[in-house]
């Protein structure tokens, strides 16, 4: 009888093994199908980017010299302890802060000429071990966004001494550097890409509402904005994100990468037929989210429609897979709803820039906005953005998430561009 018991106790064993080895297959062969990349060598670059095109050697040179600079300057000191952004913190300093953070700024030359350099490269590879999973956590993020804040601070400040040219250089290289960004498939590289857009875009405002600069600025700086490279894939970051989860998943099977907050101990996922079976669960939920990507990356109403669905698909699922899988997956909504964002950010502007030109050019302004295409038209309401002409400039806003408007209110309008260089 006892030998009985644990030959049943064996064949269902081997019987649970195998349901999920095929169920771990049959994700597999369903992923492959739809092109999605579920295996680190799907994103491997080929060819490699040699050395004389690579941007990382030289954005590894400026963060090493951050971070023997960050320690006593000002700028870092301020915006670590203070809730405004270093950008603007430098756009509200008096004349005789501005000369302080100038000499801040002298004893950044070096770290700002690596920045410099690795943002004039076509390409930023920074060579991941993807097969390391959730230990791939992009810790120099934060170095990015530090140096990215400094250059668009310095920018604020070379524009407020009347040195446009060098402050459109340098808002140039914070879109650069954003753009790097983007080729790093996952969707923390994806999120700082989005996020240093917009900072480079919310200093091309400052300057052009702020400052007063020339037409020839406002031209390059509408050059520049038209320039910019569509949204930063979202299916992009989607297949890397898949990959890396995965591979977390696959290296808990040795009781390693525990990630903070999982359910019971890594030993959980060391069993092979749960590991198998989170494996598969992992991998449907990406593949159901990638299916349903819209074939055109602006159609953004169906971009939130098939995150939603995943959402909600990931809240019913019940089964131990499923609980034991969703502590690796990212916020799907708050993830897709980015898009969207940027677009309505580098519309904005690029209509704002249109507008002011046209000002700085015929002395006058439109009484009702016209039509550019798809520039003036607003994301969140797929309505053109909402203009109002003031006694010498005009305010161009959009109604937002909430689809309020809100009549132009500077305090109660969260995107907007009001310009009044009457006021400046």
């Known amino acids: 009888m006892v030998f009985l018991a644990f030959a049943f106790c064996g064949l269902g064993a081997y019987l649970l093994w195998v349901g999920s080895r095929n169920e771990l297959n049959r994700q597999i062969s369903l992923a492959h199908a739809v092109g999605m990349p579920i295996e680190p060598h799907e994103l491997f670059r080929k060819p490699p980017v040699d050395d004389a095109n690579n941007a990382a050697p030289f954005y590894d040179l400026a963060r090493r010299k951050l971070?023997?600079?960050?320690?006593?300057?000002?700028?870092?000191?301020?915006?670590?302890?203070?809730?405004?952004?270093?950008?603007?913190?430098?756009?509200?300093?008096?004349e005789a802060q501005l000369g302080h953070f100038e000499a801040e700024f002298r004893d950044l030359e070096p770290t700002l000429a690596a920045l410099e350099h690795g943002a004039a490269k076509p390409f930023w590879d920074p060579h991941r071990q993807w097969t390391r999973g959730l230990l791939l956590d992009f810790e120099d993020i934060d170095d990015y966004r530090s140096l990215r804040s400094i250059e668009g601070s310095k920018a604020i400040i070379d524009a407020r001494r009347g040195r446009f040219d060098q402050a459109l250089q340098e808002i140039d290289v914070v879109f650069r550097l954003s753009s790097h960004l983007s080729q790093e498939p996952g969707m923390l590289p994806f999120l700082s890409s989005i996020s240093g857009r917009r900072e480079a875009l919310r200093a091309l405002r400052y300057v052009t509402r702020k400052c007063n600069p020339p037409r020839i600025f406002v031209q390059n700086a509408l050059l520049m904005v038209q320039s910019l490279s569509a949204d930063p894939s979202f299916r992009r970051a989607l297949a890397g994100e898949a990959v890396m989860y995965r591979q977390t998943i696959v290296s808990l099977r040795n009781g390693r990468n525990q990630p903070d907050g999982a359910p019971g101990s890594a030993g959980v996922y060391a069993i092979e037929p749960i590991n198998s079976r989170v494996q598969a669960k992992c991998i449907e939920w990406f593949r159901t989210l990638w299916e349903n990507l819209p074939s055109d990356p602006g159609h953004y109403d169906q971009l939130d429609r098939a995150s939603r669905s995943m959402a909600h698909l990931a809240a019913m699922d019940h089964s131990l897979a499923a609980n034991l899988t969703d502590t690796f997956m990212p916020e799907w909504n708050s993830m897709a709803a980015l898009p969207r964002e940027d677009a309505v950010y580098r519309r904005l502007t690029e209509t704002a820039l249109k507008l002011v030109l046209q000002k700085l050019t015929a002395k006058t302004l439109p009484d009702k906005l016209p039509s550019y295409g798809q520039t003036s038209v607003d994301p969140y309401s797929n309505k053109p953005f909402l203009y109002k002409k003031t006694a010498n400039g005009f305010r161009l806003y959009s109604v937002g998430p909430d689809h309020i408007d809100t009549g132009g209110d500077p305090k109660k309008t969260r995107i907007i561009f009001d310009y009044n260089p009457a006021l400046s």
């Open 67 to 94: 971070h023997l600079w960050e320690v006593t300057n000002i700028v870092y000191k301020r915006g670590k302890e203070n809730p405004e952004r270093p950008d603007a913190l430098a756009a509200k300093l008096s």
